[in-house]
């Protein structure tokens, strides 16, 4: 079983940065893929960015290309993402998630999720 606790949302002016960060305990060693997600307003969950362990390969959504950085500490147990040039329609839940198994990187692919952690883009 794995369990993630994301930690650094807040409220932040566009243009800002902020760092998440996902805290990951239990059994990890059958964990293929380390996936951000958020959840805008009244709007379906979407993948953000994504880490593969055993490679440390990455992905991204397209509209934060070049501003997200999705990074994994070992000795911390954490993946981060941080974020700069935040903009307004950055504004969701980002969720922290674990797949155990090769797949797309949509939601159906992940079975363990963190809580949530809220960001606040202002104009």
């Known amino acids: 079983q794995v369990q993630l606790v994301e930690s650094g949302g807040g409220l932040v002016q566009a243009g800002g940065s902020l760092r998440l960060s996902c805290l990951i305990s239990?059994?990890?060693?059958?964990?293929?893929?380390m996936g951000w997600f958020r959840q805008p307003p009244g709007k379906g969950r979407e993948a953000v960015a994504a880490?593969?362990?055993?490679?440390?390969?990455?992905d991204y959504e397209d509209s934060v290309k070049d501003r997200f950085t999705i990074s994994r500490d070992i000795a911390k147990r954490t993946v981060d993402l941080q974020m700069n040039s935040l903009m307004p329609e950055d504004t969701a839940v980002y969720y922290c998630?674990?797949?155990?198994?090769?797949?797309?990187?949509?939601?159906?692919?992940?079975?363990?999720w963190g809580q949530g952690t809220q960001v606040t883009v202002s104009s």
């Open positions: 998630a674990a797949a155990p198994r090769w797949g797309p990187n949509v939601p159906s692919t992940y079975d363990y």
């Open positions: 880490i593969d362990p055993w490679n440390d390969s990455t």
């Open positions: 239990g059994r990890t060693d059958n964990i293929y893929r």
